[in-house]
């Protein structure tokens, strides 16, 4: 992947708890972090992938790092639980932590989550740092402070929102991705465009080479600070970013939980659910039918089309009454006007959620 020297010259990113810097920038804040900071003990957080193409990088790149304890993980959604949460808080106590060691988090949007939970509950919270590794974590888990774990198949159950110290957003690391996990970060995107930004929308769907996409890493990491810095712990505006997660998110689980299914990447459910979502707008909230099918070609480009059975949609629609944005008994969704004008808080009549899944596999 070539790096753009506009990219080199990026400004590092305020959110309401930390910086976020980018590139060879990032290498010396965190030095100049350790340096300043009187830290008891400091850990890295890794799991298998992260270890072997990411860590060796990151020891080269800050010396203050040689010293660190490592701390290792098994990858995959399926890991993203309590029981890890629990192998971590042993192996910190083992390790003599206290209220003043630091935790880096080294990956994707599972490990930024869950070690930021362990860190966020560990001695009622330690200073954490998250390094994300994926696409997807850097446009997306980068900013928020949202931290937590999955309860069996349901997404995101159990957490807390506590930002990290900072961010670093380092694009060589995207080199070690394959392009399914690039494709899964680039759905994360595509939203950033349809829930605020048109021009930006058009953009990214334009896109003919995701090697080339460290050029917009910024412009998403801004569009989300933007919402998140307006609506911090997600009464009202911060909504907007769920757009195509309720549905998205509910196809993630099914997919996660039946052993007989290939799971599917984050991205790629929820580059289905904004289609879905999508289509349930021209029928509520009056997107316009050119704008359904432009949102509706762009994704079928990108990502693989999945076949429903009656049966799964029923399971995947039983699995919306989990969901951590419902309230009162009510399942809530995030829908479009137009693109770059959402609408949140909208209840669906469930036959529209099933003629949805036909549209999407007309």
Known sequence: MLISRDFLSMQSIQTLGAQVYFYQEAYAQLSNH???????????????????????????????????????????????????????WESLSEADADRKSLMINLGGGVLTDLGGFVASTFKRGIDFINIPTTLLAMVDASVGGK????????????????????????????KTLEERQLVSGFAEMLKH??????????????????????????????????????????????????????????IE?????????????????IAIGMVLEAYISSKLTGLPEDQLS??????????????FTASQIESILNLLRYDKKNSYGRVNFVLLKSIGEPVIDVQVPEDLLKSSFAYYME
Not at 70 to 87: M, W
Request: charged letters at 25%.
């Open 294 to 307: 432009d949102i509706k070609t762009t994704f079928k480009r990108f990502f693989k089309s999945v076949v």
């Open 34 to 88: 350790l340096k300043g900071s009187n830290y008891s003990s400091v850990f890295v957080l890794v799991d298998e992938n992260t270890e072997k193409d990411c860590l060796p990088i990151l020891l080269e790149k800050v010396e203050q790092l040689q010293k660190a304890t490592i701390l290792r993980i098994p990858s995959g959604e399926e890991n993203k639980n309590i029981a890890t949460c629990l192998q971590l």
């Open 147 to 174: 931290t937590g774990v999955d309860l069996g198949p349901l997404k995101n159950q159990v957490g807390v929102i506590r930002e990290a110290v900072m961010v670093l957003v380092i694009p060589e690391f995207l």
């Open 253 to 269: 689980s099914y997919f996660l939980n039946e052993s007989e299914q290939e799971t599917l990447l984050h991205g790629e459910a």
């Open 193 to 250: 465009g349809l829930i605020q930004d048109f021009s930006y929308w058009q953009q990214l769907s334009k896109t003919q080479q995701f090697g080339t996409l460290e050029e917009h890493i910024h412009r998403s990491v801004s569009l989300k600070n933007q919402v998140v810095m307006k609506d911090p712990t997600e009464k009202n505006e911060r909504k907007i970013l769920n757009f195509g997660h309720t549905l998205g998110h509910a």
